[in-house]
């Protein structure tokens, strides 16, 4: 009953906040994919990501959830990942 009932929360707290909120303020393409209480969010900008997860601690922290440190991370990706690996923003 526990991975249903996490799943159900998730759903409102993160993916639903996600949609409405954090997609609408970004100027480039931003996705999650959520298994479970795993999720991994795709940014098209840097500055965008690093935004997300400062205020995805906050959201968290609100309810008494937390971030596993030791399994997230930025991290460049996709077809430019190495071009851009060395720019900021």
């Given at each position: 009953?526990?991975?249903?009932?996490?799943?159900?929360?998730?759903h409102?707290?993160?993916?639903?906040?996600?949609?409405?909120?954090v997609?609408?303020?970004?100027?480039?393409?931003?996705?999650?994919?959520?298994?479970?209480?795993?999720?991994?969010?795709?940014?098209?900008?840097?500055?965008?990501?690093?935004?997300?997860?400062?205020?995805?601690?906050?959201r968290?922290?609100?309810?008494?959830?937390?971030?596993a440190?030791?399994?997230?991370?930025?991290?460049?990706?996709?077809?430019?990942?190495e071009?851009?690996?060395?720019?900021k923003?």
């Open positions: 009953m526990s991975p249903v009932l996490a799943n159900v929360y998730l409102y707290v993160l993916d639903l906040w996600f949609e409405k909120r997609r609408k303020q970004c100027k480039g393409q931003a996705y999650i994919v959520r298994y479970a209480d795993d999720f991994v969010c795709c940014f098209q900008y840097k500055s965008e990501a690093l935004v997300f997860f400062q205020s995805l601690k906050l968290l922290k609100k309810l008494n959830l937390e971030i440190e030791d399994k997230t991370k930025i991290i460049p990706f996709g077809r430019f990942a071009k851009n690996a060395n720019q923003g």
